[in-house]
């Protein structure tokens, strides 16, 4: 079976699992990582992305890890729901910045300067951090611009993730 199938069953099944389990308002990150996929994979650019595969299998897993901290099928204690949820948001910071990278690179937006790209993903990542935070309050029909403790752990995880993705792309790029 083609792996594009495979992805697009366990999107399905993820989809499915969401919305048995009742946390209706992960659908809409679900939808907009879908979308995201099949417009990616149906991008002559993308599908030029040497690592385009692995990066699909990457979205997936993330998309998979949050449906599992979140169904909460194990019933964690506090401390490890706190954990999970803090892991949640450093692979959130991978994904996105990477996310938005693939589609600078799509969208021909790279610039020559390398530094001037790590800058533009990391604060764009930041402000969708953010918004992200105000959408759940929204969602969850909470004080929109109000930031809880967990908001402001969130966010600082948020920022804590890009960093070190910015790190990581420094390291890579002496590195080579």
Known sequence: ??????????FLFLFVVTIVSGI???LIYEVLFYLSFEYLNSNSNYLKIKSHKFYNWLFLSFLGFIVFVRIDIFNFSKTIDYHLNSLEHLFFAFVICLTLYVYMQIFNLISSKFY???????????????LNEYFQNFYQQKPIFYLEETNIKDIIINVIGS???????LFYKFKN
Do not use: K
């Open 163 to 169: 960093s070190l993705v910015v790190i990581l792309s």
């Open 24 to 26: 209706s308002f992960l």
């Open 116 to 130: 001037l790209n790590l800058l533009v993903v990391f604060v764009a990542f930041n402000g969708i951090g953010f």
């Open 1 to 10: 079976m083609n792996p594009l199938n495979i992805q697009r069953l366990l």
